[in-house]
């Protein structure tokens, strides 16, 4: 199919493009920006007059909740969720049921998300069997299944032999190690410790809980002879954020990212028992947010992700502690990235770097083929675009939200920016009811 998109607002933080230009689409590809020659005769025509055409949006943690958990989400309301929030890429950690640590179970996770013609999924292969923090997993093979990277989700590997072996053994090969970064025993809290967690009699989870496993991290990367490329999920803290500076500032091999829960919220938020606040990593104090925030800013801290996460209503409506982990976020993500620049007085093009060049870097070359189109616009390139109007604000109802989990803690908020189209290789993949100035030649 032809596709013309007419009078948009072209952003593209990977090449720094911002002007009004169409893009013209043919065969899943953009074979045009700006020029668009005469002879080309479109079979659509969309018109994004007051829109900006940007990159699909990247997201790096997104649980789809298929295989084995879909009393909580299906491959087809978590893909669509996420087509909705402009989202065309995204990675999902290993995590299911079973646990994806044979290639079989990848391949089918695959060949599911392909047959919906929806978002890209970039699936993390388990490092130790079952999770278990034991025995390493076959990362070859995964690897050639379409793993994209290792990683643990939430659980640590208790066994700091292992971590190394593990460490060893992907950076020989190249491989990507996906951590979140948190002690074993001290990170078995439901809150952020801290005074309002006494007052709540909660169980609370330490910075100490995050610094602690990434100095043991850091010191094992900096005894490798080949240090692989470690990717930190969800940094939740000031005092770890200092230490992945500190890592980035003596070369280490080392990204991370943040979640929209702690970049926008603080433990302060769970008022009385709030379970939709039941999250993982927990939301910490002001000052953590404070310097999430600042760190995201200026580049530290290389992507900003959805920690997408649906959990089923009979899970979340618990007393706090025994509430299941997790919330709705993938179709609020664009919107948190603008309000989060538009906040702290920064420029769309900020926004969309978190959400776009930031976390193709860290996928890097575990892209393969598509490493030079996901995430970025270019001639050439797979035509994976979001349409949205930035100056129409919306608010979150999350009954209307289309993932299968309706539990968010930004219920009610009013967000900017609004997604009005996504295409996926050049195919419109969501449309939203009020985009209705599409034209069929």
């Not at 969309?46 to 900006?52: K, N, P």
Request: charged letters at 20%; aromatic letters at 4%; glycine letters at 10%.
């Amino acid at each position: 199919m032809k596709i013309l998109i007419q009078n948009g607002r072209v952003m593209d933080p990977a090449s720094g493009r911002d002007e009004l230009a169409d893009v013209a689409i043919a065969a899943g590809r953009i074979i045009a920006i700006g020029n668009v020659g005469a002879d080309f005769h479109p079979s659509r025509t969309l018109d994004a007059r007051g829109c900006v055409v940007a990159p699909g949006l990247v997201d790096l943690a997104v649980r789809l909740r298929e295989p084995g958990q879909e009393h909580a989400g299906m491959l087809e309301s978590e893909m669509a969720a996420a087509v909705a929030g402009g989202v065309t890429s995204l990675v999902c950690p290993p995590d299911t049921d079973p646990v994806l640590d044979e290639p079989g179970l990848v391949d089918m996770l695959k060949f599911r998300a392909e047959k919906l013609h929806l978002a890209r999924v970039f699936p993390l292969g388990a490092l130790t069997r079952g999770l278990q923090g034991e025995v390493l997993t076959e990362m070859a093979e995964l690897t050639e299944s379409g793993c994209i990277g290792f990683g643990q989700a939430e659980v640590p590997i208790v066994n700091a032999q292992v971590l190394q072996r593990a460490l060893q053994y992907a950076g020989t090969f190249g491989y990507t190690v996906w951590l979140r970064p948190q002690d074993f025993w001290l990170g078995k809290g439901v809150a952020a410790s801290g005074p309002l967690a006494t007052r709540l009699g909660l169980a609370g989870v330490p910075a100490a809980a995050e610094t602690i496993a990434l100095h043991t991290l850091f010191e094992l990367m900096r005894g490798a002879r080949e240090p692989a490329h470690v990717h930190l999920c969800r940094v939740s803290s000031a005092a770890g954020l200092a230490l992945v500076r500190q890592a980035k500032a003596e070369g280490l091999p080392v990204t991370c990212d943040v979640s929209v829960h702690n970049l926008h919220l603080t433990d302060v938020d769970i008022g009385f028992y709030d379970s939709r606040l039941r999250l993982q990593p927990p939301v910490r104090q002001q000052r953590d947010r404070d310097a999430l925030r600042a760190g995201l800013a200026d580049g530290t801290i290389d992507a900003l992700v959805s920690d997408h996460n649906p959990v089923d209503s009979d899970a979340k409506t618990l007393p706090f502690a025994e509430a299941e982990p997790g919330a709705t976020a993938i179709e609020l993500l664009l919107g948190l990235a603008c309000k989060w620049a538009q906040q702290d007085g920064l420029g769309l093009m900020q926004a969309l770097t978190v959400l776009t060049s930031g976390p193709q870097a860290v996928l890097g070359a575990s892209l393969g083929t598509l490493q030079a189109s996901v995430g970025r616009i270019a001639v050439g390139g797979v035509a994976d675009l979001c349409i949205f109007d930035a100056s129409t604000p919306w608010t979150v109802q999350p009954a209307s939200l289309r993932s299968q989990g309706k539990h968010t803690p930004f219920g009610g908020h009013e967000l900017p920016a609004s997604v009005r189209a996504t295409l996926v290789a050049g195919q419109l993949a969501y449309q939203a009811a009020e985009f209705e100035r599409t034209v069929h030649a």
